[in-house]
């Protein structure tokens, strides 16, 4: 009988968890701004609190959301986005986190990029959603090339004395 609630109580669990139903994609134009803005919306079966989006470059420049014990319901894992503003997005389980990553083209600002959630709207039949706007970025991902700089060089540094004498400039 213990085994069967045991059994009982993971089903239920499962079916009460927080699921992330469909993902949507669209490329626009910001009318403030006119900038182009690509939003991507995850609809889900119950709400959640606002997630922290963390941007970061390296190894490559990417804006990745951490949903606490979210799971994924019966979609696709992987986006492939217009690659202008991003190039794709995939979930992946962290633990009991379902973590979203957007892979983008290049380095993005914390002003570049807006993480907000939607109620659930019952009367238009939309459910709870988490909205990612990321403007097109301001500073795409280059290559550096260095020169030989001062190889073979010799730099004298020339404090000064204090007082009046500053040194060399």
Known sequence: LLMLCL????????????????????????????AAKLRLVLDLNGSLTVPEAVASATPLPKLTLSLPG?????????????????????????????????????????????VFTLPADDKAGRPFRIVVDIQSSSAPLTTLKFSAGLKGKIVAIDPGHGGSDSGAV
């Open 7 to 34: 059994g009982f109580d993971s089903v239920a669990e499962a079916a009460l968890a927080i699921q992330v139903e469909s993902v949507k994609s669209h490329v626009h134009t910001d009318a403030a701004t006119g």
């Open 70 to 114: 979210v799971k994924l319901g019966a979609i696709k894992d992987s986006y492939q986005l217009d690659g202008k503003i991003a190039n794709t997005a995939v979930f992946k389980r962290n633990g009991s986190d379902l973590v979203f990553t957007v892979n983008l083209p290049g380095t993005v600002q914390p002003g570049d990029y807006k």
